[in-house]
Every structure is written in C-alpha cells, then in structure tokens.
C-alpha cells in the first residue's frame, strides 16, 4: 500500500499542476459561462448537491446500472456463442462489429422516438457503446485457452462442457475483469450522451439544460460527478478482481 | 494380453503428403518400461497421440488391454511434455480434476484420493499451493501423481524431463523408476535423450527412419533396480554409442 502511494505521487504533483494551469488560464480569460475555472465547478458543484446527489445521480446510475448488466448479459452470452460453434462466429462476428460503424450519438434521438423519454432509451444508448468490448474481451479471452490444456483434458474424456467450465472459464476470468473495468466508464459515457439527447433527469441531462442557461461550471459540475463516480467503480472492479484473480501473469 | 498393440496402424497429418506412421506394428507388456527414442520431429509423440486418442489412425487398429481403443476411456494416463498444471488451481485441485471429469466422487474423497497420491510422490503438504509455488521438479512430479489419478495402468509419458535441469532431470529419473517399481505400471516414455533412454528402459524402442515402419527393439543389459553407476558398465556404454550413432546417421547437419 506504501509503495503504491508513492508510485501515484508523481501522478497526484502533475494532476494539480494541471489544475493550476486550468485555474491561472481560466481566470486569465475570466469568462466562466464558457471557461469556469475548477475552484468555481467544485463551489458550484456544493450548492447544486441536493438536486445532483438526490435526483440526477441516482438516475444517471440506474441507467448505468441497467445497461452494464444487458451488456454483460448479451456480451458475456455472444462470446460464449461464438467460442462455441465456428459457424454462429462467423455470422455474429461481422455483426458485433458492425453494430460499432453505427454513430450511436447520431441516432440516438430515434430512439427517443421509439421509446419515449423513459429509461430505456437511454439504456439502449449505453448498451449499445458497451456490449462490444465487453464481447470481443471476453471472446478473446475464450480463444486464449491453450489447446495442450484442452487436449489433456479430452485424454481424461472430458465433454465440450466441461472444457468450457474448467479450462475456458478461468481462462477468460483475467480478461472478463478487463472488460468490466472498460465498460463501466463506457456505460455511464452512454447514459450521459442518452440523457444529454432527451431526457427528464439525469446528470447528462442536468449538465445539458446549465448549458442552455449559459451555466459553465453547472455544466462541468455534473461531469466531475460523472468522473469520480466512473474511476471509484472502475477501482472497486479492480480490488474484486485481485482477490479472485491470484494467478494473472503466470502460465 | 498386450497391454498396448498396434497392429498395422497408419497416420497421416494433413498438411503432409506421406503417412508419417506407415504401417507399423508393435506391443508392449504389461509392467513393462519401455522409452521411445528418437531425433526431433521422427513422429515418436504421434504414437502416443494415437495411442491416447487424441489422433485418430488413417488405417489399422490400436488394442489397449486386448480391445480396440475406440469405445474404451480412461485405458491411458497422457503427460504431455510441458507439465500444464492450471495455473488457477490448487496442486490438490489440479491432481482432482481426472476425477472431476470421470465423475462419481464426492469433493471430499477426492481430496483424500488426491493427498495420498502427493505423499506417495513426495509432496505430501503441497496440496493447498498453486503450482507457481513450485519448482520445476515438484511440478513434474505433481503432474505425473496427476496422470496416475487418470486411472489407468498404462502411462504414457511424452520427454516429461526435457525442460528440467540437468541434475533436476536425473534425480526425477531415479524417482521415477522407484515410482514404476513401486506402482506396478505399464509405462512408455518419450525422450530424444540416449542416456535417458538407457537408464529408463527395460527395452528401447528406437525409431531408426521417418516415416516410421518399425519400432527397433534393443534390450537394456541392465537389471533394476539400477543406478547411475550402470554408465560404469562397458555393456551399457555400448549400447548408449549404438544409439548415439543410430540417430545421427538420421540427422542431417
């Protein structure tokens, strides 16, 4: 623990350099409708904390919440798939692929169309940003199964399942905590984006209705929210993962 | 009874355009060590991919135990070359998962099961490690208590050794003939080592030409138990020279 905290000071000194830079510039160009400098988001940020903490961080994350687990479900399942039989790989491949071409932000406001102002638009919004790396991951992390480890375990007369479970799965477990720690800052980026294009509430939703009031640090006010909530799950992904990933780096 | 047979059995890799084991015949008897000894690439490791089933023959039968292979399992225990203990287990889970596979046994007689074949191969205690804790002999150990837990009487071996040291590798030679003598198996051992080979080996069999028609039969004039000093013997020396000069004429430099 000592040694991390050391290892991260030098990036703790350059964060706040950077900060100090924002601030200096800020103040320099002193517009904050467009450039609020960090000190006025984080005051901003404390006076807006009822409505944020009680209404639109709560909303922002169910839509997370919601999306992160139909990704994981349609990722975890379409690598499964695909690592089982060679031909639904060749025709899910091309189109978990191509499901990434879609500019997910230029249709987004359709799906306000076809499912109102609900969450669900914003869900699918998110699950669409976040089921591909999570399923390419994953898939990749199937295929790293050594054939030798397979073999052996046919000798022992094993069937395709118990292949799956006992070399497949543990094998894919480093690389599905990868996955995770990629998605979770994808999802909440989706829900933003899917608020920010029509919603009633939500952090993406809040930044965007401060900036029709010329709100500059009402805008980043939310973001930062958005930020610190993202990495403080990304870390939490990281802290399970060291405890049920012990062998990474070996084999 | 042969507890291993082939009877004209031949193998063909697809990417090849001749059958790399054409038409060969041989057998072993139960409780017998036999090493395999060949140069690299000769399609000695294709014998015991066929023998285990993992390839399936061109043409020809394999008899284990006087029955064709197909049809029977758990009739060969297989070590590949490289100990590949999951890395993700426990020694002891590794040593269950033959178990597992086959089915039938509670999680705590496994373990039990388990146990007393480490302490039989000298790990006793080593159960709850990962395999990343142990050296490379305790590995290879740990992996044939493995193979042995596959359930059969007939092992087969493919340069188990290979990757150890050299005084790692002689001593896991000395163990292992204590292990066979001890368990009463039927063993073959693949190995590209002379010496290894001469040790080991009631008889070796040598593959003198790729493709492979025949298995050369050459007794050991050594009786087991044995030790190191049987290098001392001029017998044995010659031996291990024919060998030597056998597989060169093989190898092109």
Redesign the interface.
């Known amino acids: 623990m000592n040694r991390a905290n050391r290892g991260s000071l030098p990036a703790l000194i350059f964060l706040f350099a950077l900060l100090a830079l924002w601030q200096l510039g800020a103040m320099e160009v002193n517009a904050a409708y467009i450039l609020p400098t960090p000190l006025q988001i984080l005051r901003r940020l404390w006076e807006l904390r009822l409505p944020l903490f009680t209404v639109h961080l709560p909303a922002t994350m169910a839509v997370t919440g919601l999306g992160l687990a139909i990704s994981l479900a349609l990722g975890l399942g379409l690598a499964a798939a695909m690592d089982w039989s060679p031909l639904l790989q060749k025709c899910l491949y091309p189109v978990v692929v191509a499901s990434q071409t879609i500019p997910t932000t230029a249709i987004a406001p359709l799906f306000v169309l076809w499912f109102g102002y609900g969450i669900w638009s914003k869900v699918l919004v998110s699950v669409l940003m976040t089921f591909f790396p999570i399923t390419i991951t994953v898939y990749d992390g199937f295929r790293s199964a050594r054939t030798e480890m397979t073999e052996l375990l046919e000798t022992y007369g094993a069937t395709k399942w118990d292949i799956f479970r006992k070399i497949k799965v543990p094998c894919a477990l480093p690389y599905f905590f990868s996955a995770v720690k990629m998605a979770v800052p994808i999802s909440i980026i989706g829900a933003a984006i899917g608020e920010w294009l029509g919603a009633q509430s939500g952090l993406g939703y809040f930044s965007r209705r401060m900036m029709t009031q010329l709100d500059g640090a009402g805008v980043f006010a939310p973001i930062v929210l958005l930020s610190a909530v993202a990495m403080a799950a990304a870390g939490l992904v990281g802290l399970v993962e060291k405890r049920v990933v012990k062998w990474r780096g070996e084999s | 009874m042969k507890a291993l047979e082939f009877d004209r059995v031949s193998y063909r890799y697809p990417e090849d355009d001749f059958d790399i084991i054409d038409n060969l015949s041989f057998s072993v008897e139960p409780g017998s060590f036999h090493c395999i000894v060949g140069v690299s690439g000769c399609g000695k490791s294709t014998i015991l991919r066929l023998t285990?089933?993992?390839l399936r023959p061109r043409c020809g039968r394999i008899l284990a135990g006087g029955a064709p292979i197909e049809g029977q399992?758990?009739y060969?225990?297989?070590m590949?070359q490289?100990d590949?203990l999951?890395?993700?287990?426990t020694v002891g889970e590794n040593l269950a998962?033959?178990l597992?596979?086959?089915g039938g046994y509670t999680r705590a007689e496994r373990r039990e099961l388990a146990e007393s074949v480490l302490a039989d191969v000298g790990l006793a205690g080593c159960a709850g490690k990962?395999p990343?804790e142990l050296s490379g002999g305790m590995r290879q150990r740990a992996a044939f208590a493995r193979t042995m837990l596959?359930g059969s009487d007939l092992l087969l071996l493919d340069e188990p050794f290979s990757a150890l040291d050299f005084l790692t590798r002689i001593s896991m030679q000395e163990w292992l003939l204590d292990q066979w003598e001890k368990h009463k198996k039927t063993i073959l051992f693949i190995t590209h080592d002379v010496e290894e080979a001469v040790f080991l080996s009631g008889s070796v069999l040598a593959v003198d030409n790729t493709p492979i028609r025949r298995l050369a039969e050459i007794p050991v004039p050594a009786a087991y138990p044995r030790t190191r000093a049987c290098f001392a013997r001029p017998e044995t020396v010659a031996l291990r020279e024919e060998l030597i000069e056998m597989l060169r004429r093989q190898v092109e430099v």
């Not at chain 2, 999951?86 to 287990?89: C, E, M, Q, S």
Request: aromatic share 8%; hydrophobic share 35%.
């Open positions: 285990c089933g993992l399992s758990r060969c225990g297989y590949p490289r590949l999951l890395p993700w287990r998962l033959p597992e596979i086959r990962l990343g596959a």
